[in-house]
C-alpha cells in the first residue's frame, strides 16, 4: 500500500466545491471518479482544505493510499489522461507515512483577482471579481497591516462555520496592481468560513473611502460581522499555495 501525494490545480466555476455531497458536481467526486478508473479502487481522498463552489486552486494538495502498481510519480501524467481539463494534477509522488496534507500543513496562501477595466472582463468573468472602481491602494495597504497578526477574526468569519476558535495568525497581506489586474495575496496558519473573502471585501471598503484604515482594528476587537466589509464573489479566490 502506498500513499500518494499530489498537488492539483483546478478552475472551480462548474464546481459545487471541492469536498464530495450526495448531490452536485465536485472536484472530490472528479478525483476519486479518474482514480477509481485507473486502479479499479473505491477511495476517500485527504486533501489540504476544501474549497468552497466556485473558487479555484492553483496548488491544492491530496493524498490517497493505493495498492495499484503505477508508480507515484507517474500517477499525475495517468490521471490527466481520463480527469476533466479544468482539473490538472501537476505533480505526484509517494508521500511519507502518515503524510496528512490537512493536520500537517503550517500554513495555506491564498491569492484573490480583481479585474479593473471594462475590455475583456467577459473572458475572466469566471476568473476574477470585476471591480472598476477608483481605489485609495496605499490606504487599503495600511488597513492590511492591521490583518496581520495573531488575531480573534470572528468578525471575518462567515455564519455557518460552527468552529469554536476564531483565532488565527495572518503573516502577510500584500496588495499588487498588475494592471489590468489587482492581486491580494494572504498567507496565514489557517482560515475560518470565507475569511479571506471578507478581508477582500473590507479592504475594497478601504480603497472606497467607506472606512478609515484604523477602523480595522476595531472591526477585529469588536468580534462583530455586520461591521466589517462584503464578502466578495468566490470567482476571484485561489488557493495558491500550501505550506509544510
Request: hydrophobic residues 35%; charged residues 25%; positive net charge.
Amino acid at each position: 500500500m502506498n500513499r500518494i501525494k499530489a498537488l492539483v490545480e483546478y478552475e472551480g466555476t462548474r464546481y459545487n466545491g471541492f469536498q464530495k455531497q450526495p448531490q452536485g458536481l465536485t472536484v472530490e467526486g472528479e478525483l476519486e471518479e479518474a482514480i477509481r478508473k485507473l486502479t479499479g479502487e473505491n477511495l476517500r481522498l485527504l486533501a489540504a482544505g476544501r474549497t468552497d463552489a466556485g473558487v479555484h486552486a492553483l496548488g491544492q494538495v491530496i493524498a490517497f493510499d493505493t495498492e495499484s502498481s503505477i508508480p507515484p510519480e507517474k500517477f499525475a501524467r495517468a490521471l490527466n489522461s481520463v480527469l476533466p481539463s479544468d482539473i490538472r494534477v501537476l505533480k505526484s509522488e509517494k508521500a511519507k507515512e502518515g503524510f496528512h496534507p490537512r493536520y500537517q500543513a503550517r500554513a495555506k496562501a491564498y491569492r484573490y483577482l480583481i479585474y479593473r477595466q471594462e475590455e475583456g472582463r467577459t473572458f475572466y468573468r469566471n476568473l476574477a471579481y470585476y471591480y472598476p472602481h477608483p481605489l485609495d491602494l496605499p490606504e487599503m495597504t495600511k488597513a492590511a497591516r492591521y490583518m496581520e497578526g495573531t488575531h480573534d477574526f470572528m468578525a471575518f468569519c462567515a455564519s455557518g462555520s460552527g468552529v469554536r476558535n476564531y483565532v488565527r495568525t495572518v503573516f502577510e497581506v500584500n496588495i499588487n496592481e498588475k494592471p489590468p489586474f489587482l492581486q491580494i495575496d494572504v498567507c496565514g496558519n489557517g482560515f475560518l468560513y470565507n475569511m479571506v473573502r471578507i478581508m477582500v471585501g473590507t479592504l475594497l471598503e478601504v480603497g472606497r473611502k467607506r472606512l478609515d484604515p484604523e477602523e480595522v482594528e476595531q472591526i477585529l476587537l469588536s468580534r462583530c460581522r455586520q461591521r466589517a466589509g462584503p464578502t466578495v464573489p468566490a470567482c476571484g479566490l485561489y488557493l495558491k499555495r500550501v505550506f509544510y
